[in-house]
């Protein structure tokens, strides 16, 4: 029986955003949330995505190490922490383009707005575009939308 356990779990990343109220659904979040209960710190890490936006996921992986690298050591100007779950979001930006500095920021309130209907067959299918999904100043969504890694 091994007695080892990990410093830090990562988990993603993750194809699409988690941020504002889909931490609560998230499974690359609950994987992060679930190392802290188990008394690991944890990282989810996700790419928001845009219908427009080229994706390279060898460039998107360099990018979510290099800020879960300084979350890690503590060098974001905010306290390491020994014990807790971060949420990270990459934008949606082109992969040669630079990436401004990660902001930690408030997740968005606001639920992102969806139509229900029935289908013929009777099941139930929703529409939105997560583009469009309200978004209060400086929250994940705002920054994350604007071009931002947001924590």
């Known amino acids: 029986h091994c007695q080892l356990k990990p410093d830090w779990v990562l988990s ?22 679930e190392a802290v209960w188990l ?43 020994s014990r807790g779950f971060w949420n990270v979001n990459l934008p949606a930006v082109n992969p040669e383009q630079e990436l401004p500095e990660p902001q930690i920021c408030e997740p968005e309130p606001q639920n992102p707005i969806f139509e229900y209907r029935l289908d013929e067959t009777g099941c139930l ?24 890694p947001v924590i």
């Open 12 to 33: 993603g990343v993750n194809h699409g955003g988690n941020m504002g109220t889909d931490i609560i659904a998230s499974g690359t979040c609950s994987a992060a949330r």
């Open 39 to 81: 008394g690991v710190p944890g990282i989810a890490l996700s790419q928001y995505r845009h219908p427009e936006v080229p994706l390279d996921w060898n460039i998107s992986a360099q990018r979510a190490w290099q800020v879960a690298k300084r979350i890690i050591s503590g060098s974001l100007g905010h306290p390491k922490a």
């Open 125 to 148: 299918v929703y529409r939105g575009s997560y583009q469009q999904r309200p978004r209060t100043a400086l929250s994940d969504v705002d920054l994350c939308f604007q071009g931002y």
